[in-house]
């Protein structure tokens, strides 16, 4: 397993690395898929923790700068979304990455959740194999329990042993 440890995010850079690796995952996002402005991360930064979420940052020790970032985000139910830099992603570190989202949330009894677009293979692939079952889809139309094809946000539930008490 590829040797990956994580930060909380704290100043000024830590945020500024955080906007630019969102940015170059922006395109899988499944909320909004929108450039953030150093202006927009500003206003988010300056938000409550509850209302922005628990932000981390990934880093190898090999690397000067983080290549990767974490959420975990609770609305109604704890969401983990997260990334990595282009050049870092195929490489296996997205495993242990969101498997430190999963044991954040699994810590404090919320049972992992998370969406992701059905043309996203790769997230799809890792997170089956890290135990997520999807549990909805949603199109244009609205929520089913049942893909209906076509490009959709897939609402995906952790199924692991560890979160049987959550
Ligand atoms: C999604 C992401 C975190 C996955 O991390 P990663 O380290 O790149 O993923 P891996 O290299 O471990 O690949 C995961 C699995 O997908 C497979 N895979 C790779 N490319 C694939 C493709 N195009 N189609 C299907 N599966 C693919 C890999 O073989 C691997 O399966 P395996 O472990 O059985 O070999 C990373 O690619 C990323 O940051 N993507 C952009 C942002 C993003 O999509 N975030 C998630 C938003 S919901």
Same mark, same amino acid.
């Given at each position: 397993?590829?040797?990956?440890?994580?930060?909380v %995010? !704290?100043?000024?850079? /830590?945020? =500024?690395?955080?906007?630019?690796?969102?940015?170059?995952?922006? =395109?899988?996002?499944?909320?909004m898929t /929108?450039?953030?402005?150093?202006?927009?991360?500003?206003?988010?930064?300056?938000?409550? +923790?509850?209302?922005?979420?628990?932000?981390?940052?990934f880093?190898?020790?090999?690397? +000067?700068? %983080?290549?990767? &970032?974490?959420?975990?985000?609770?609305? *109604?139910?704890?969401?983990?979304?997260?990334?990595? #830099?282009?050049? @870092?992603?195929?490489?296996? $570190? *997205?495993? %242990?990455? @969101?498997?430190?989202?999963?044991?954040?949330?699994?810590?404090v009894?919320?049972?992992?959740? #998370?969406?992701?677009?059905?043309?996203?293979?790769?997230?799809?692939?890792? $997170?089956?194999?890290?135990? &997520?079952?999807?549990?909805? $889809?949603?199109?244009?139309? *609205?929520?089913? =329990?049942?893909?209906? *094809?076509?490009? =959709?946000?897939?609402?995906?539930? $952790?199924?692991?042993? /560890?979160? !049987?008490?959550?």
């Amino acid at each position: 397993m590829p040797k990956l440890w994580c930060s909380v %995010p !704290s100043d000024a850079q /830590d945020v =500024e690395s955080l906007r630019v690796i969102r940015n170059s995952c922006r =395109e899988f996002m499944t909320s909004m898929t /929108d450039e953030i402005s150093i202006e927009a991360q500003a206003a988010w930064w300056a938000q409550s +923790p509850v209302m922005r979420g628990t932000p981390l940052l990934f880093h190898l020790l090999t690397e +000067p700068n %983080p290549i990767g &970032f974490g959420l975990l985000r609770v609305q *109604g139910v704890v969401f983990l979304t997260g990334g990595l #830099l282009p050049r @870092f992603r195929g490489k296996g $570190y *997205g495993a %242990p990455l @969101f498997q430190t989202l999963i044991a954040l949330a699994v810590g404090v009894r919320m049972r992992p959740h #998370l969406k992701v677009r059905s043309d996203n293979a790769q997230a799809v692939k890792l $997170y089956k194999k890290l135990n &997520f079952t999807a549990v909805s $889809y949603l199109d244009s139309s *609205g929520y089913s =329990e049942s893909p209906k *094809g076509g490009v =959709e946000i897939i609402g995906m539930r $952790y199924e692991g042993d /560890d979160a !049987s008490n959550c």
